[in-house]
C-alpha cells in the first residue's frame, strides 16, 4: 500500500578521510587494521537465511604479505548455486512487492552503517585482503560504495516519478516491476565499491541476486554482506557465493529463471559469457540482460602547449595508485617531441621517490598486485621488454614476490607505435610511452583511437584550446569517460558515471540512471473511463 509520494533528493557525496599524520582516523584505521590482522576470519558464504560453512577451507593472504593468513573462506560447489538460485526465487514475491520506500531505506541505512560504525572494517579488509593503501581505501570501500548505495536510490526514485501523458476520459501510467527470475552479480577485485554496486543497484530495483565476488575479494565482501543483513536486507534477497566461475556458468546459464547479468571483469569471460548466453536463450522465460564493464588500455595524449607538472603528476597517479590495477589506469601515453625529454626526467625522478611495502605502513604509495598469477603475468610484460629492440625500460623494472606480491613502478619506451605493451591490456604498474613529432598531432589522434580494441577511458592534456577541441571531437568512441587535463582515473558517482564500449564493455555507466534502467521492465497500462460501446467511427456514416 503506498500512501504517499516520497522524495529522495540528490545527495551529496560522502566526505573523504584524509588519513594524515596525527589525525584521529588515522589511528583508529590503524587499530582495527590491526584487529583485523590478528584475529583469523571463518567466513562462510550467505545463502537465504543460513550461513553455510562447506569445511572446503580456503586460506586469504594479504597480497603483500603472503605468509600472513587473514582466515578462511568456505568454498562451495555446484549444488550451492542451486541453493542460492532457489532462496533467491523464494524472495523473490515479497521483495518486488515491498513498498518502495521500505526497499529505499535499507540500502540508506547500509550507507549510514558503512559511513559511521563499519567505515575502518570495510576499509581496514579492503587493504588487508586487496592490497591497497588507507587513501584508496577511503576513496573506494568507504566513499564510493557509500555514494553508490545513496545516489542509486535517488536516480530510481526519479525513474519511477517518469510518467506518460493521458488524453481525456482516460488514465495512463507506466509500472517500473523488476525482471522476471533472478539477477547474476559477478564482481571483481579491484573494488570493493564495484563489488557492492552490482548486487545491490538490481537488488534495489526489486530484483533477487546471486552474487559471486572475486576470491581475492572476498574478505572485504563479506563485511558488505553483514552490513546489509544489519541494515535489514530479507534473506535470500542478496545470496553470496563463493564457486568457481565455470561451475556458476554452468548452473545460472541453463537455468529457465535466468534474467540478467551484471559483470564486472575481463574481455575474454565476458565475451564467453555473452556466447554462453545466447546459446542458451531459447531456454530463457525472458531475454536476460546483458550488462558489463570489461577492460581497458587507457590512454593519456599529450599536446605540445601542455604543462610538464600536471602531465606527470597525471602519469605518476593514473597510471600508479592500486598499483595500475584499475580498469581506468593510465597504461599508454603520447608525449609530444618538443617536452618530451622533460616529461620523461620528471617522472623518473618522480618514481625514485614513491615507496612501496606494506599497506600498514601509511608512507608508502605503493603496494603489492593482487596474486601470483597477475605477478607472473605482468612480469612477462617487463622481461619481453627487457629483451626487445623496440623497447626500453627508463624506470623501474624490477619485481619480487619472496614475501609478497610486488612489481616497481615501471616505465617502457618505445620507438614501435604498434608494440605489445601499448596495444594489451596488463593491469598491473606498467606504463608505456611513445614519443611523437610534435607537429603530427592530428595523425597521433588517430595512432591513439585505433591502436587497442578497448575505449573506457582517456585523457587530452593540453593548454591550447583547439588543440582540446580537436581530441575532443576525434576521440568521441574511443573513451566513455574522458578527462581534459586530469589522470583517466577517479570517476566520483554523481559527478562522471562509468563505463566505456568496443572491448570495454556494454557502456551502461555505473553510478547513473543509465545503469538502472537494465534492471526494470516496464509495464504501460491504460485505464478507460467512459470505454466506447459501439464499434463504429464517425467516417463510416454516408454522406
Known sequence: MSLGYFAYPMPVNEPVYGYAAGSAERKQLKKVVAELKKAEADIPMYIGAEEVRTGNKVALHPPHETAHTLGYFHEGNESHVKQAINAALAAKENWAAMPWEDRAHIFLKAADLLAGKYRYQINGATMLGQSKNAFQAEIDSACELIDFLRFNVHFLSEIYKQQPNSAPGMHNRMEWRPLEGFVLAVTPFNFTAIAGNLPTSAAMCGNVIVWKPAHTQIFAAQVFMRVLKEAGLPDGVINLIYVDGPVLGNVCFSHPDFAGVHFTGSTGVFNQ???????????????????????????????????????????????????????????????????????????????????????????????????????????KYIDAAKQSSDATIIAGGNYDKSKGYFIEPTVIETSNSKYVALCEEIFGPVLTVYVYDENKFEETIELVNTTSPYALTGSIIAQDRDAIVLATEKLRNAAGNFYINDKPTGAVVGQQPFGGARASGTNDKAGSMLNLYRWLSARTIKETFNPPTDYRYPFLQAD
Not at 614513491?354 to 603496494?367: L, P
Request: with cysteine; proline share 2%.
Open 273 to 379: 559469457m555473452w556466447k554462453t548466453i545466447g546459446e542458451n536463450v531459447g531456454n530463457y522465460k525472458v531475454y536476460p540482460r546483458i550488462v558489463g564493464e570489461t577492460g581497458g588500455k587507457d590512454f593519456v595524449l599529450v599536446h605540445k602547449s601542455a604543462d610538464v607538472d600536471a602531465t606527470v603528476t597525471a602519469l605518476v597517479r593514473g597510471a600508479f595508485e592500486f598499483q595500475g590495477q584499475k580498469c581506468s589506469a593510465a597504461s599508454r601515453a603520447y608525449l609530444p617531441s618538443n617536452i618530451a625529454q622533460a616529461i620523461k626526467d620528471k617522472l623518473v625522478a618522480e618514481l625514485k621517490t614513491m615507496k612501496m611495502g606494506s599497506v600498514e605502513d601509511f608512507t608508502n604509495f605503493m603496494n603489492a598486485v593482487i596474486d601470483e598469477k597477475a605477478f607472473d603475468r605482468i612480469a
